[in-house]
């Protein structure tokens, strides 16, 4: 009975002692890291190593490298979540999709940052963070010939595939490299089928779209947003065909890195909406100037629209720099003066009828008599916020919100945040936050505010906006 008794306690301890040692404290051969999800996830393994390590592919427009500094969308967007994290940052490229995510499940990489659509192969154990931005696949094709001769766009487009059924017996040259990316049983649905696909493990996308450019191959497909990039500088390629629902461009983590992915979400959502992070898309795919950077073609100073001498002269009279008058016109009408709105705003300006008036101009003006309309306006409204708003660069913000919804509203929601302890001085979180406030009924109907109820939500973007292309326009013309 003793010895069982010996026996049984000797059994438990050794029981014991076995499930108290780690099961392998051995690390990977071939991996840089340590088997961070055993020792307190990913996110703390590269705050202890002082390094993000991640991976992106040979889009030109993701990362590129101009006098020795590093560029691109997705490298700027890594280095800005590397600094938020306070560690330093690590880029690799591989062109390959299917390798990007076998370095990522073999710990050889972080992330892996490139377009991609939602990961679906269950070979991968991935996980795909919130999106970036959102975008769709589109069909690059060359444009007829002589289609700076044609009537009209709509005829140029009679000459080219604007349906995906009409790729029936075409064949569609892809990267071998990428090829899964992409949504092809729309395109085989569409065509019953009847479509070819050539694929190159030796191009890219950039490849390919100039090979179409070039008429060495009739069609390939890109995401829009880089396709768009393209298009900028090449206006022999049409783009406008879409050929996939609309996909989140996010970023791939490892099954399991959930504090990284979380960490990376969080981010993401506090900084989806703010200038910065539209600023950088704006920068690298809409931004004549870094596409030709990204594709190594030299730069030209282009000019922003038909109306620049006009704009840069009637600008001095405001003390504005004319990009910026020009970005409020682009935003206004796209430098169309046969534009007309549903409420009745017309022209460059957009201006009303009754403000047309006061300000001498009336639908058939000519286009500089509009924009020295406009610029009296800004004039009018700068004096009337001049002593509200001393700081002139500020006040330009108040200007373009009361250009857009009336000097009025912009004062009810300044008089509100003097009264909510908000800085009326200040636009952004503060005047901007009153003037969204005037949607709801505890702030419109309070005595201060004397102009009643008003959604501020469009002129939030409207400002937004106007400032954002102020930035694009600063890097396309000089001043």
């Not at 076995?18 to 703390?44: H, N, T, W, Y």
Request: with cysteine.
């Amino acid at each position: 009975m003793r010895r069982r008794i010996i026996y049984n306690t000797l059994s438990l301890f050794i029981l014991m002692t076995i499930m108290l040692v780690p099961v392998s404290c051995s690390v990977s051969s071939g991996s840089q890291f340590l088997g961070a999800d055993q020792v307190g996830g990913v996110l703390k393994d590269i705050i202890r190593r002082g390094k993000l390590v991640a991976l992106t592919d040979d889009n030109p427009f993701n990362y590129f490298e101009i006098k020795g500094e590093s560029r691109g969308y997705q490298y700027e967007m890594l280095k800005r979540f590397a600094n938020n994290l306070g560690v330093e940052l690590e880029i690799l490229v591989e062109p390959d999709y299917h390798k990007a995510l076998q370095y990522l499940q073999q710990r050889r990489v972080d992330i892996v940052a490139m377009e991609m659509p939602v990961i679906t192969d269950r070979r991968f154990a991935i996980e795909q963070t919130e999106p970036l931005f959102m975008t769709h696949q589109v069909l690059i094709q060359r444009k007829p010939d002589n289609w700076r001769k044609m009537r009209d766009m709509k005829t140029v487009k009679g000459h080219l595939i604007t349906d995906l059924s009409q790729l029936e017996g075409k064949t569609i040259s892809l990267s071998a490299l990428s090829r899964k990316q992409y949504y092809l049983s729309d395109l085989q649905n569409a065509t019953s089928n009847h479509i070819g696909i050539n694929t190159s493990s030796q191009k890219n996308v950039g490849n390919l779209i100039e090979d179409v450019l070039s008429g060495e191959v009739e069609y390939t497909i890109a995401f829009e947003n880089t396709a768009n990039a393209y298009s900028l500088i090449y206006n022999d390629l049409d783009v406008s065909t879409t050929t996939s629902p609309e996909i989140g461009v996010s970023w791939a983590v490892r099954k399991g890195s959930v504090n990284l992915r979380e960490a990376i979400n969080q981010w993401i959502e506090n900084n989806r909406d703010s200038r910065e992070f539209k600023y950088q898309y704006t920068k690298y795919f809409e931004n004549p100037r870094y596409v030709h950077l990204a594709l190594g073609k030299p730069l030209q100073n282009k000019a922003i629209s038909d109306y620049d001498d006009v704009i840069r002269q009637m600008s001095t009279s405001i003390n504005w720099d004319w990009r910026l008058l020009s970005a409020l016109i682009y935003r206004e009408s796209k430098f169309r003066t046969d534009v007309k709105s549903r409420v009745g705003a017309f022209g460059l300006m957009q201006l009303m009828p009754s403000t047309a008036r006061r300000f001498g101009v009336h639908e058939g003006s000519a286009p500089h008599e509009q924009i020295a309309a406009g610029v009296r306006l800004i004039k009018y409204l700068d004096n009337a916020l001049k002593s509200k708003v001393p700081d002139p660069e500020e006040r330009k913000k108040f200007i373009l919100a009361a250009y857009n919804i009336g000097l009025a509203h912009v004062l009810d929601a300044y008089n509100l945040a003097g009264k909510l302890d908000k800085n009326p001085m200040i636009w952004d979180d503060n005047v901007e936050y009153c003037l969204l406030a005037k949607s709801q009924p505890e702030f419109y109907n309070d005595p201060i505010v004397k102009y009643g109820k008003v959604s501020g939500k469009e002129t939030q973007r409207f400002v937004n906006d106007v400032l954002e292309r102020y930035d694009h326009y600063k890097t396309v013309a000089v001043n």
